[in-house]
């Protein structure tokens, strides 16, 4: 997601209510704050639209929305890090602006479009995501807006149907080709879980991880993600390319989750080399969730470390989507006694790497990030300790 959005430490439920009643003939009892979390992808890149596995955990780095109902068909939302503002009517009578207020308004056309009733309200929005580094700040935005709008009605719908219509907001009116891991995380996720995700049936089952022991560390590039909406797309009509040629013999393929890697081999002269590449990482990588969730739950962390190995050689060399600021935070990582998985995690070109790291190990991590990335990339990493979370909410007082 582009745009100015709130990095904060620490977010507070009571403080943004105060924040929003100072500027509001509103009290504050009657300000509710919904929250939707982002989330770190532990394993299965770009396999989401391509109706296959996905890995993630939603994450305690999260938005937030202070919500002051009016009697206005129109919701007017104000940024707390610089008191930018904007609005959309409900339903939204215009096309996307191309920033951030994009996301509230395309959440509002889908609800609509579902035939959903949605309520204006006037929003101060906060957030502790990174912006652009792959942790779904888009995702938790539009999951966050969803609950804004709805109102009382938010809880009593299904939360995949939930996640289902952000996407399609993300698809048909930001202009994202996205799949449904993003939405589907922030709304479904799980405080001390992984969600093993069916990308083409919406069947999922969570996944516990070792976190006595362990902890999920993301580390931020802080570099300009070269991955624009256009280079994204592009990825998935590639895949559809192969898809095509491979249907055209297998009448049986609808994507590449039908295709195994001895039906790709078998007619991979039909496809394009850069198809071919693109096909060879999706197939795998569907193979590599399943694998690594296994692995997860009979506790062998040592396969866990090598599926992630191969997924990020994979997303490097055969998608094409790592850069060398994520293969150096890798290569750091890979050579930090204590940590015992790393891998690129979102849709690359910058952004971040995801680790799985014993507790104790954590500061021997921080040291080799400071020492070595900074040195070589001229600039800090982004050092964020996180704990899986629970899905969108009413957030908490206090």
């Given at each position: 997601m582009t745009g100015q959005l709130i990095p904060a430490t620490a977010l507070d439920a009571d403080a943004l209510r105060a924040a929003l009643a100072a500027a509001e003939p509103v009290l504050e009892s009657g300000i509710e704050v919904v929250r939707a979390p982002g989330r770190v992808n532990l394993i299965g890149e770009h396999t989401d639209y391509n109706q296959g596995f996905v890995l993630p955990a939603a994450i305690n780095l999260e938005t937030w929305i202070a919500v002051a109902r009016t009697d206005r068909q129109r919701a007017d939302v104000t940024l707390a890090a610089d008191g930018q503002r904007a609005a959309v009517d409900l339903p939204p009578n215009e096309r996307r602006r191309g920033s951030w207020i994009d996301y509230v308004a395309g959440v509002a056309w889908s609800l609509n479009e579902a035939g959903l009733?949605?309520?204006?309200?006037?929003?101060?929005?906060?957030?502790?995501?990174?912006?652009?580094?792959?942790?779904?700040?888009?995702?938790?935005l539009e999951l966050a807006s969803a609950w804004a709008l709805l109102g009382d009605t938010a809880p009593t719908v299904d939360r995949t149907q939930l996640a289902r219509l952000a996407q399609r907001a993300e698809n048909e009116y930001v202009g994202v080709r996205c799949g449904l891991m993003d939405?589907?995380?922030?709304?479904?996720?799980?405080?001390?879980?992984?969600?093993?995700?069916?990308?083409?049936?919406?069947?999922?089952?969570?996944?516990?991880?070792p976190l006595d022991e362990f902890v999920l560390v993301v580390l931020d590039t802080r570099s300009a993600r070269r991955l624009a909406a256009s280079d994204y797309n592009r990825r998935r009509t590639e895949c559809e390319a192969a898809v095509a040629a491979l249907a055209a013999v297998e009448p049986s393929v609808r994507s590449l989750r039908d295709v195994s890697r001895p039906l790709l081999e078998r007619h991979a002269d039909r496809l394009e080399p850069?198809?071919?590449?693109?096909?060879?990482?999706?197939?795998?990588?569907?193979?590599?969730?399943?694998?690594?969730?296994?692995?997860?739950?009979?506790?062998?962390?040592?396969?866990?470390?090598?599926l992630f190995a191969a997924s990020h050689r994979s997303l490097r060399d055969l998608y094409e989507v790592s850069s060398p600021e994520?293969?150096?935070?890798?290569?750091?990582?890979?050579?930090?006694?204590?940590?015992?998985?790393?891998?690129?995690?979102?849709?690359?070109?910058?952004?971040?790497?995801?680790?799985?790291?014993?507790?104790?190990?954590?500061?021997a991590l921080a040291l080799a990030v400071s020492d070595r990335y900074s040195?070589?990339?001229?600039?800090?990493?982004?050092?964020?300790?996180?704990?899986?979370?629970?899905?969108?909410?009413r957030a908490p007082s206090g």
């Open positions: 009733p949605v309520s204006g309200f006037r929003g101060l929005l906060a957030s502790t995501l990174p912006i652009s580094a792959g942790l779904s700040s888009s995702a938790a939405q589907f995380a922030s709304a479904q996720g799980r405080p001390d879980a992984a969600l093993l995700l069916d990308c083409r049936s919406g069947e999922f089952r969570t996944v516990r991880l850069v198809a071919l590449r693109r096909a060879r990482h999706v197939v795998d990588e569907n193979q590599r969730v399943l694998e690594t969730a296994a692995a997860l739950e009979a506790g062998d962390l040592a396969a866990v470390g090598r994520l293969d150096a935070l890798v290569e750091i990582a890979a050579a930090t006694p204590g940590v015992v998985a790393s891998r690129m995690t979102g849709a690359g070109f910058g952004g971040c790497t995801v680790n799985l790291v014993r507790r104790d190990a954590v500061p040195a070589w990339a001229g600039r800090d990493a982004g050092f964020h300790v996180v704990e899986p979370a629970a899905g969108v909410s």
